[in-house]
């Protein structure tokens, strides 16, 4: 058994580098080699609270950034995430 011990998030073995310097290596292994193509990528950013959810979203080929305010509603931000899709795919053809 070793004699260093972990826990959720932390590394208590001495031996490894000081977390700064592995978290940063660590970053750069999980990074997307894929470049993300705003052309093409709807991007939604949720703010969820117990009596409602904000969401703004970055939709390809409209110039304005859709701001919605919803009721805690799975169904009304899908809906509302798919009109922003058929929107960009809309204004493409």
Known sequence: MESAKSSIGAN???????????SASRMTSVRSL??????TTLIAVVE?????????????GVERQPLK????DESALL?????????????RT
């Open 48 to 60: 969820l609270s117990l009596s409602s959810w904000l969401v703004a979203g970055i939709v390809p």
């Open 12 to 22: 208590v073995n001495p031996a490894m580098e000081p977390p700064c310097h592995s």
């Open 34 to 39: 894929t470049a993300l193509d705003m052309d």
């Open 69 to 72: 305010k919803l009721k805690t």
């Open 79 to 91: 809906a509302l995430l798919n009109r922003w899709r058929d929107e960009a795919v809309r204004l």
